[in-house]
């Protein structure tokens, strides 16, 4: 009875061991994939966040500057400006005085440069090496300006910019969180009121140079539009002579007519009497 009973069993377990071991094979390539794919799953949310945290960090880095950071990272860029500037205008400037203005700019604001990256690194931030946007914007409009205005627009730009650095500076002369920035704004401020009055004097003699150009001349004329002009008047007078003369001759002729006239009137009534 037990033997009958074992070999139907025995049986079943030699035909069932086969796709036995064949789930137990393929199970754990499944919990393998399964695995791998919760654990990519995993990984893509976390770099998912990672980027969103920094994002938001460096989105959030200006809003997070205090007004001293704020001060030194917008000085910095109108530095750098400044230096650009300058070596613009010792290449494309016409007057020499605007020249050594430009090359006083490039040397002044090189060490300012070296002193601001200085306090930079005592507010722990990094100053910026390029332009912002808008003084890139500015730079590029005196990269497109003609020649013969380069000068004078060049010198109305630098009393614009250094009258706002003289008011700045003393504002943060009183009201700056850091005794560095102080400090800083206090030594930079006598040197930026000397670039300011020298760049009104400039102005002034833009503006004189200007004027002595064409000396007692009308504006919008020029030399021979004048004796042109001169000219038509006096053909313009000679006509009126003429024509006034002519209109005399013909009254004179006028007058004898009608005095003829009457006179052969009176002979005729004379005869008829």
């Known amino acids: 009875m037990i033997r009958s009973i074992a070999i139907p069993f025995a049986a079943f377990a030699l035909c069932a061991a086969p796709a036995f071991a064949e789930d137990q094979q393929q199970q754990p ?13 995993a990984g893509a ?17 200006q809003g997070q500057q205090n007004p001293d950071q704020m001060f030194i990272r917008d000085l910095a860029s109108a530095n750098q400006f400044e230096i650009q500037a300058g070596q613009l205008a010792q290449q494309q400037a016409q007057d020499e005085q605007v020249k050594r203005f430009a090359q006083m700019m490039v040397e002044d604001h090189t060490k300012a ?12 931030m990094q100053v910026p090496q390029e332009l912002d946007a808008v003084h890139q914007a500015k730079l590029q409009k005196l990269q497109q300006l003609p020649a013969d205005q380069f000068s004078r627009k060049y010198i109305i730009g630098q009393v614009g910019a250094h009258t706002m650095n003289v008011l700045e500076h003393q504002h943060q002369m009183q009201n700056a969180q850091s005794p560095e920035v102080k400090q800083m ?7 930026l009121e000397q670039h300011l009055q020298e760049a009104l004097r400039l ?10 150009t064409e000396p007692g001349q009308p504006q919008g004329t020029t030399p021979d539009q004048s004796g042109q002009s001169g000219q038509s008047s006096d053909q313009a007078g000679q006509s009126g002579d003429q024509a006034g003369q002519s209109g005399q001759s013909d009254q ?22």
Do not use: F, N, V
């Not at 390539?29 to 799953?41: G, L, R, S």
């Open 185 to 191: 704004a206090t030594q930079m401020l006598p040197k």
């Open 113 to 124: 440069g070296e002193q601001i990256k200085q306090i930079a690194q005592s507010l722990q």
């Open 29 to 41: 390539a499944a919990d393998a994939a399964a695995q791998a794919q919760q654990d990519a799953a």
């Open 252 to 273: 004179s002729g006028q007058s004898g007519s009608d005095a003829g006239s009457t006179s052969g009137t009176g002979a005729t009534s004379g005869q008829g009497q």
């Open 45 to 61: 949310a976390a770099a998912q966040d990672q980027a969103q945290q920094a994002a938001a960090q460096q989105s959030g880095q």
């Open 203 to 212: 102005t002034g003699t833009q503006a004189r140079t200007a004027s002595e």
